[in-house]
């Protein structure tokens, strides 16, 4: 897995290279990290794609940030120490508000939008905030919990979004997700004028369809389109589909 410096901060990523001079950065949501794209990275072949693990998230140096608006910079960071002009930026979740917050900041930087299982708004329910936060504090031991996941998903995927759950600690896990309770930009979407790919999982139940749905009418042009099979994590339930709608989106770009 390459490695970059990002003002001083060593930053896993993976990269697949393809023809043309469209890049496509992937942000993943909360406590996650790069590998989540893998398997739609690789459905999108001809395209220039990369998915980062944000600081101290996988396997990037660093401390995990307390805000979206601090890991919007470091995207920012990322990309100039790449020496990108513009880009593509694909977000989950966390990675989604990363996203639309690029968006309004910086849109000369942007060419497209690929907003995946997020929201104008990511308020985080109390009692699963307090409890992460009892995690992170060391008061209850750190417990994955398949609350992304379809109550149908496959046993080998929930292992799999395990496996990767771990790869980040419970302190950071649980600042992200007070990062979203955090985000507000509600008022602010109008704002977007970019092309914008919004996708969502039939059964999302932590950023249901009705948030993608709010972005889709707030956002000019944009295209919605749900993904069969898959709650909140679609990126693993159903890479295969995924992949095919972002497919279609990037060439009209």
């Not at 220039?48 to 693990?53: M, N």
């Not at 593509?88 to 939008?113: E, Q």
């Not at 896990?173 to 704002?191: L, V």
Request: net charge neutral; glycine share 12%.
């Amino acid at each position: 897995m390459p490695e970059l410096d990002v003002k001083g901060t060593k930053i896993h990523y993976l990269e697949k290279k393809g023809a043309g001079s469209l890049r496509v950065l992937f942000i993943h949501g909360s406590g996650g990290n790069a590998f989540g794209w893998e398997k739609v990275m690789g459905g999108l072949e001809g395209f220039h794609t990369c998915a980062v693990d944000l600081p101290g998230h996988g396997g990037s140096k660093g401390e995990g940030k307390h805000s979206i608006p601090e890991y919007t910079e470091f995207i920012k960071d990322f990309c100039d120490a790449r020496g990108w002009g513009d880009v593509v930026l694909g977000g989950h979740s966390l990675g989604g508000g990363i996203v639309l917050d690029f968006a309004v900041r910086f849109p000369a930087r942007l060419k497209a939008a690929l907003l995946i299982g997020t929201g104008a708004r990511l308020k985080v329910l109390p009692a699963a905030l307090e409890l992460l936060k009892k995690m992170a504090e060391g008061e209850i031991p750190s417990k994955f919990e398949p609350w992304a996941f379809s109550e149908k998903a496959a046993p080998e995927v929930l292992a799999e979004g395990e496996k990767e759950w771990a790869k980040t600690s419970s302190k950071v896990r649980y600042y992200d997700m007070f990062a979203c309770d955090q985000f507000d930009i509600m008022g602010e979407i109008g704002k977007v004028k970019c092309p914008a790919l919004i996708a969502c999982g039939r059964e999302d139940r932590l950023t249901p369809l009705k948030y993608s749905e709010f972005l889709n009418s707030r956002i000019p042009g944009s295209r919605l389109e749900i993904i069969e099979g898959a709650a909140h994590m679609p990126m693993l339930e159903n890479p295969k589909a995924l992949s095919s709608v972002l497919m279609d989106f990037l060439i009209t770009l």
